[in-house]
């Protein structure tokens, strides 16, 4: 279970004062539930979503998984980025292999071909990051967060990298 208890998130200002980007936020999402947050443009979104991959703190209340109190990013929230966030310097298959590499999986590259496969993109597993397309090193991101087999997927707009038809296709392909 995650739980969001009473979270507030403010930002500082270029003239001083302070945005309040959240306020007072409860939410509490059981497990196998797929939950879609939607609002206008600078609502706080992403910012949510920052808070529970614990990349950053909030002002006020706490956020937990399970009985456990996110204080920081850790392997059991994998997020994918409206921005692809992959490594320049590692082809599709490394930046796909990372996490299980990290925890030090023998099958980090069997696991990785698995989702590279998924995504349709097994021709160019030896390719780097910027000989790729915009929308493949999407599904590259997506591809790196399921690899780690995360209990939790937090994804900002995802597909906005995307053709409709990709989209489609990746939208039935993710188990979560």
């Not at 992403?46 to 937990?64: C, F, I």
């Not at 087999?149 to 392909?173: G, Q």
Request: hydrophobic share 40%.
């Amino acid at each position: 279970m995650l739980r969001i208890d009473k979270v507030t998130k403010e930002f500082p200002q270029s003239s001083g004062g302070r945005k309040r980007v959240l306020e007072d936020i409860s939410l509490k999402i059981e497990d196998n539930e797929f939950v879609c947050i939607l609002g206008k443009s600078g609502c706080g979104k992403s910012t949510l979503l920052n808070l529970l991959a614990g990349y950053t703190v909030p002002d006020y209340g706490a956020l937990y998984l399970d009985r456990n109190m996110i204080h920081g990013p850790s392997a059991d929230r994998g997020i994918v980025f409206q921005e692809y966030a992959l490594y320049p310097w590692y082809t599709v298959l490394q930046n796909v292999a990372f996490g299980p590499s990290v925890r030090k999986d023998p099958n980090a590259e069997e696991i990785a071909m698995k989702y590279i496969k998924m995504i349709g993109l097994e021709k160019y597993k030896d390719y780097y990051p910027d000989s790729l397309s915009g929308g493949m090193r999407q599904r590259v991101g997506i591809a790196r967060a399921l690899a780690n087999n995360p209990r939790i997927l937090l994804m900002d707009e995802p597909f906005s990298a995307l053709d409709h038809i990709c989209e489609r296709k990746l939208t039935v392909l993710i188990p979560y």
